[in-house]
Every structure is written in structure tokens, then in C-alpha cells.
């Protein structure tokens, strides 16, 4: 993480394997062929068909939710690969801690006790993108459990 990225067909393989790669990726800024400029833009999705890139999805700094055309983009700057934790655009930030929160407990509710390698390395993944801050109570409870066996997986 921290990457440069180099293109649309960068910024799509991060989206199609943010499970696995954890992250996302913010802008310094976006421009459009309007003047609009969105700092600290977080791209959410990049639309294609074959090789052809036609939209892009992304998240301004004041939340609004923006889909445009790639031929509307002028300047993407400075796209980067981003752990959750190191977000500067704070209303995207908040937004994927609690699907990130959400997707927790739904792993810990699924497995149930039986916590399996891959189980754990999941865990581990979404704790390092998101930071060791969980104001959950429940969900810190769970967390401290299994701690021990993290050193385990390291």
C-alpha cells in the first residue's frame, strides 16, 4: 500500500481484489473537464467493457457520491493505494470503518469459535487497514480473544 498507481487498469485490479488487498484508493485531487476539483477524491469504482473504461465512481471529501464518464475526467493526481487508517478524506474514512465493523462481526458471528488460518489472516488484514482503534465493545471482546493467536499466524 502507499503504491502509485499507474492507471485506470491499475485502479480497476485494486477495486476487483480490495478483499483480498485491503485498502483503497484516494487522489490528492480530481479534476473534471468542467473545472470541478475534488480533493482528497476516493475512487470507488471504474466501469469497463472489454478494454474500454467508460465511468468512474468515487467519494468527495463532503461525501457526495459522484459517477461521471471517463471522457468528463480531466486530471486524477496523484492516485495512491491506501490503508483505511491513513484516509485524509474523513467522511469516506468513517463510511468504510463501519462496513469494515459491520463485515467483523459477521465473520466472527459466521465462524463461530472455529477460527481457522485464513480466518485469522482476514482478521489480521482489516485491523491493519482500518487501525487497532475499535470503539465497538463487543467487537473488541472478540478481537482480544484471539489476539494471542495473531503471533501465531505472523
Known amino acids: 500500500m502507499g503504491i502509485q498507481i499507474n492507471g485506470l487498469r491499475d485502479i480497476h485490479a485494486i477495486l476487483s ?3 483480498k488487498l485491503g485498502g483503497v ?3 490528492s485531487f480530481l479534476r473534471l473537464r468542467s473545472g470541478e476539483e475534488y480533493p482528497y477524491a476516493c475512487i470507488t469504482h471504474v ?3 472489454g478494454s474500454n473504461y467508460y465511468s468512474i465512481g468515487f467519494v468527495t471529501n463532503e461525501g457526495k457520491k459522484i459517477i461521471v464518464n471517463v471522457n468528463e ?3 486524477i493526481s496523484s492516485p495512491e493505494h491506501k490503508k483505511i487508517a491513513e484516509l485524509k478524506n474523513v467522511v469516506y474514512k468513517n463510511l468504510m470503518i463501519k462496513e469494515k465493523f459491520k463485515y467483523l462481526k459477521r465473520l466472527f458471528d459466521v465462524h463461530q469459535g472455529s477460527y481457522t488460518i485464513h480466518f485469522l489472516k482476514e482478521v489480521r488484514m482489516i485491523l491493519d ?3 487497532f482503534d475499535i470503539p465497538d465493545p463487543e467487537l473488541s471482546s472478540m478481537i482480544s480473544k484471539i489476539k494471542d493467536q495473531f503471533k501465531s499466524i505472523a
Open 17 to 19: 481484489n480490495q478483499r
Open 25 to 27: 484508493i484516494e487522489t
Open 47 to 49: 466501469d469497463h467493457l
Open 73 to 75: 475526467v480531466s486530471v
Open 129 to 131: 487497514d482500518i487501525g
